[in-house]
T-cell receptor
Framework: AQSVTQLDSHVSVSEGTPVLLRCNYSSSYSPSLFWYVQHPNKGLQLLLKYTSAATLVKGINGFEAEFKKSETSFHLTKPSAHMSDAAEYFCVVRVTGGGNKLTFGTGTQLKVEL | GAVVSQHPSWVICKSGTSVKIECRSLDFQATTMFWYRQFPKQSLMLMATSNEGSKATYEQGVEKDKFLINHASLTLSTLTVTSAHPEDSSFYIC???????????FGSGTRLTVV
């Protein structure tokens, strides 16, 4: 079964410094992986997705993630944090043969300080 | 881009009453819609998957008689919480997909409070 593990429940950075949100996946197949962002009491917005094409995936708002099969990781990064990046981030895997279902990680709360 | 409209954004109801939440895909046809529940500061838990014109598939532990899902058209799915109780209070989010080659578009969520 496919699953994702988000290694940090909370991450705090200063504005202008790099962001790293960690995610490891478990899958017997080549997975489809996503990062979503959720602002308080809002729905989810897709940041980026990996679907077995380029291993370095660029998303919206300056975010990118690199698929590393050897490390079973799909970490999300951004060179310079902005106050508006403060939100909850979810690493997500699509379940192969599971009717197009998604399995969510437990989420990482990103705090951006001045 | 693809847009999913979810209504209402929040609702307060009395214990024992039923509440209906609508999820509409505005500019695309959603072959599959998903309903999630999210407790405060927790992740999204899939409740059920619905395909247009067929019965919803519920995840283990989700009461199908309590959470009625209807997917009558390619653009509309509804979730009805029947005989709501305070423990049903939660944030409910829908998502729509056009198929495996397409992404998923999420609604903005519904905050349900049962008093």
């Amino acid at each position: 079964a496919q699953s994702v593990t988000q290694l940090d429940s909370h991450v705090s950075v200063s504005e202008g410094t790099p962001v790293l949100l960690r995610c490891n996946y478990s899958s017997s197949y080549s997975p489809s992986l996503f990062w979503y962002v959720q602002h308080p009491n809002k729905g989810l917005q897709l940041l980026l997705k990996y679907t077995s094409a380029a291993t370095l995936v660029k998303g919206i708002n300056g975010f990118e993630a690199e698929f590393k099969k050897s490390e079973t990781s799909f970490h999300l990064t951004k060179p310079s944090a902005h106050m508006s990046d403060a939100a909850e981030y979810f690493c997500v895997v699509r379940v192969t043969g599971g009717g197009n279902k998604l399995t969510f990680g437990t989420g990482t709360q990103l705090k951006v300080e001045l | 881009g693809a847009v999913v409209s979810q209504h209402p954004s929040w609702v307060i109801c009395k214990s024992g009453t039923s509440v209906k939440i609508e999820c509409r895909s505005l500019d695309f046809q959603a072959t599959t819609m998903f309903w999630y529940r999210q407790f405060p500061k927790q992740s999204l838990m899939l409740m059920a998957t619905s395909n247009e014109g067929s019965k919803a598939t519920y995840e283990q532990g989700v009461e199908k008689d309590k959470f009625l899902i209807n997917h009558a058209s390619l653009t509309l799915s509804t979730l009805t919480v029947t005989s709501a109780h305070p423990e049903d209070s939660s944030f409910y989010i829908c998502s729509a997909s056009q198929g495996l080659d397409y992404g998923y578009t999420f609604g903005s969520g519904t905050r349900l409070t049962v008093v």
